[in-house]
């Protein structure tokens, strides 16, 4: 089988549904619908999806520096 028709056939997963997907020709890929991009869209815009990391302090200094400026 070549390259190409191996392409053309690509099969994937619904980043939201996990139905399985046509990769090639599918405008909302890594999606399988407007309906599950909108609902990912949703979930970032409330914020529920979060970036692990180290936490923050959010109390201001009195020194009269911003953080990283002094």
């Known amino acids: 089988m ?6 053309a056939t690509a099969r994937a997963h619904c980043a939201h549904c996990h139905r399985e997907i046509a990769w090639n020709g599918n405008p909302h890929r890594p999606f399988c619908s407007l ?3 909108l609902i990912d869209l949703g979930v970032w815009l409330d914020e529920r999806y979060r970036i ?3 936490s923050t302090d959010s109390t201001p200094r009195d020194d009269g520096y911003a953080d990283g400026d002094g």
């Open 52 to 54: 692990a990391g180290a």
């Open 35 to 37: 309906s599950c991009r």
């Open 2 to 7: 070549k390259r190409s028709e191996v392409m």
